[in-house]
């Protein structure tokens, strides 16, 4: 007799193990997971989709674009595989496999249904998969404009004149950020213009006018949130000196690609849907005047394929 309590102990103890572990798969399947299939999966499957398109156009005549967007659509597959198994949601039906193309041009219209799929999922996703696919739409604007046969694309809506109410608080300091290196970019564009030729000016001309609208934006946001806007600096100090057309070239691309830094950390640090659609389009339109600047001063990729993100 002197066992059994032990033997009943032990049975028990086995008992409520075995419910335990029936416990985890039902808890996994309750409230707190979403059942509902993953919206990122669609743009992993064009983004893998269009990576192998472009690898095997590339040769001939447009082989550099054509390896340029399959490096940077293989590198937005990449980023989004990594998230969508992270969170492991149910995958949606699997769509038909596009047609394989017979030339680059054949992959213009699929550039911008990318684009367009990334931007309209960017207001309602969680903080960090927003800015993921923030650079993934970024990416494919910025893509739009290195070969006639990918654009040009759409450029982003000019931003409002004016602000609607205070920013949510949490969104103060990075909106400080993005008007720093606003003010940085107009005093750019400022700098340049002694050292590009005359065929320049248009798109120096729109780049400082576009800057300047957005730095006088963020200062009457800010200001309407009873913050104090950042100031401008005197001056600015290039990381490399500016003694010609190709040195200027590069230093716009420099300070198109702070902006875009910036502005994906104001989509990084906001659940305000409106307030992500302002950082959006500016992101865009910073991704988007970077490209050709980065072509004249001879850099490489001529897109970057995730803007704003950090190496």
């Not at 200062?219 to 913050?227: F, V």
Request: hydrophobic fraction near 45%.
């Amino acid at each position: 007799m002197t066992g059994r309590p032990t033997d009943l102990t032990r049975r028990a103890a086995l008992r409520a193990g075995a419910l335990a572990a029936l416990a985890v798969p039902l808890a996994a399947c309750g409230p707190g997971y979403d059942e509902s299939p993953d919206p990122l999966q669609p743009l992993l499957a064009a983004a893998e989709a269009d990576a192998a398109a472009a690898r095997a156009l590339a040769k001939g005549k447009d082989a550099d674009a054509a390896g340029q967007l399959a490096d940077a659509r293989a590198a937005h597959a990449a980023a989004l595989k990594s998230e969508v198994d992270r969170l492991n949601r149910p995958k949606p039906s699997s769509s038909p496999t596009p047609p394989s193309p017979a030339s680059l041009g054949e992959l213009k219209e699929r550039l911008a249904t990318a684009r367009k799929q990334a931007e309209d999922l960017v207001g309602g996703l969680p903080r960090y998969r927003a800015g993921l696919v923030a650079a993934v739409a970024a990416g494919c604007a910025a893509l739009q404009r290195i070969a006639p046969a990918l654009g040009p694309g759409e450029d982003a809506p000019k931003p409002p004149v004016a602000a609607a109410g205070a920013v949510p608080a949490e969104a103060v300091d990075p909106l400080q950020v993005a008007l720093a290196a606003e003010h940085a970019a107009v005093w750019v564009y400022g700098l340049v213009s002694a050292f590009l030729p005359a065929d320049f000016g248009d798109a120096e001309k729109s780049g400082a006018a576009e800057h300047a609208v957005r730095r006088d934006l963020l200062q009457t946001m800010l200001s309407a949130s009873g913050a104090t806007p950042v100031a401008p600096e005197p001056a600015y100090v290039p990381k490399k000196p500016v003694t010609d057309a190709k040195s200027a070239a590069l230093v716009v691309a420099t300070a198109e690609a702070d902006c875009a830094s910036a502005w994906l950390a104001v989509v990084n640090h906001t659940d305000d849907a409106n307030l992500r659609t302002t950082a959006l389009h500016a992101l865009v339109a910073a991704s988007r005047r970077g490209t050709p600047w980065r072509s004249e001063a001879g850099e490489k990729p001529t897109a970057i394929a995730m803007p704003g993100q950090t190496a």
